[in-house]
Nanobody, 122 residues
Framework: QVQLVESGGGLVQPGGSLRLSCAAS????????LGWFRQAPGKAREFVAA????????NVEDSVKGRFSISRDNAKNTVYLQMSDLKSEDTAVYYC???????????????WGQGTQVTVSS
């Protein structure tokens, strides 16, 4: 069982940056693939980024590639989403996720966090 708690969301102006954190508790954190999804108002939840359990492999959705990056610190049981050059269309609730195998678009992860709101507006 893994519990995930996101933080770092908030209001930011277009072009700004934010770093989201997701702290995990539970056993064997280092054995889970981790990732981020987001859900904008009126839209389906979508995949944003994923990182393998050792951190050697990452995958970032095309619409945010070059602006977002994902990393993890297994010693701190934390995964991060660094977001830069934010746009209004990045406004959404961002969810952290963990899975025993992998995080990817079209797959439903084993565990979800509660979500953190990111609003990009001037």
């Amino acid at each position: 069982q893994v519990q995930l708690v996101e933080s770092g969301g908030g209001l930011v102006q277009p072009g700004g940056s934010l770093r989201l954190s997701c702290a995990a508790s539970g056993r064997d954190f280092g054995k889970y693939a981790l990732g981020w999804f987001r859900q904008a108002p009126g839209k389906a939840r979508e995949f944003v980024a994923a990182i393998s359990w050792q951190g050697e492999s990452t995958n970032v959705e095309d619409s945010v590639k070059g602006r977002f990056s994902i990393s993890r610190d297994n010693a701190k049981n934390t995964v991060y989403l660094q977001m830069s050059d934010l746009k209004s269309e990045d406004t959404a609730v961002y969810y952290c996720a963990a899975d025993n195998w992998k995080i990817a678009a079209g797959r439903n992860p084993d565990y979800w966090g509660q979500g953190t709101q990111v609003t990009v507006s001037s």
